[in-house]
C-alpha cells in the first residue's frame, strides 16, 4: 500500500468539506460521539487564570496541604495483571484495565 498516496487521497477529500459552523472544539463530548450542546466551562479559561491572575499566585501551599501532595505522589500501586508496581497516574495510565497482559 502507497501511505503517500492514501494520506493525499484522505486529505484532498476532507479539504473539501466545509466546515462553517463547526463547532466540536468547546464541547464537553462531541456531537459526533452523541454529545448534547453543553458547552466545556473551562473551555479557554487558560489565559483568564494564568499568571498573577491565577487564584494561586504568590501564594503557598501550608505544610499540611504539601505534606499531603507528597504522600499522594509517593504512594505506589501494583497492576493485578502483571504484577508491576509504580506511581498512582501512571499505573492507572498503563496498567489495569489498560494493561498489556489482558490483550
Ligand atoms: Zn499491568
Redo the contacts with the bound molecule.
Sequence with gaps: MNYSEAYKSLISTRQLINHSGYTELHHIKPKSLGGGDEKNPNYGNGAKISGDRNPMYGKKHSEATRAKIADKAARKIN??????IGSISN?KR???D?????K
Excluded at 79 to 84: I, N, Q
Aim: with cysteine; glycine share 6%.
Design positions: 497492576c493485578p495483571h502483571c504484577g508491576r499505573m498503563w496498567h489495569f489498560n494493561c498489556k497482559k489482558l
